[in-house]
């Protein structure tokens, strides 16, 4: 059974940097694609960040330039790191994988919140 824990959120004055982490389990953590996910207050989530079992990866344009996915199969672990944040980058942030998402997968942790502050 697949779980997902999200950690790292917090509240960030603009301008400011956080680290996400999001832990994985059952599953072969190295052969599946992963990406984080945001939710914003009223809003439908949305992927903003996305790397490939491989470690090549892609961003929303929104974050482009200022978000860097990375992950550590030895830990089964991705992380986003977020820096220069602004305000409307508030969110409760998901990891999952694109692919189980995409095909109508129904499971998703309990995310993490980012509070950015102006």
């Known amino acids: 059974q697949v779980q997902l824990v999200e950690s790292g959120g917090g509240l960030v004055q603009a301008g400011g940097s956080l680290r996400l982490s999001c832990a994985a389990s059952g599953m072969i953590f190295r052969l599946n694609a992963m990406g984080w996910y945001r939710q914003a207050p009223g809003k439908q989530r949305e992927l903003v960040a996305h790397i490939t079992s491989g470690g090549s990866t892609n961003y929303a344009d929104s974050v482009k330039g200022r978000f860097t996915i990375s992950r550590d199969n030895a830990k089964k672990t991705v992380y986003l790191q977020m820096n220069s944040l602004k305000p409307e980058d508030t969110a409760v942030y998901y990891c999952?994988?694109?692919?189980?998402?995409?095909?109508?997968?129904?499971?998703w942790g309990k995310g993490t919140l980012v509070t950015v502050s102006s």
């Open positions: 999952n994988r694109p692919s189980y998402v995409a095909g109508g997968g129904a499971y």
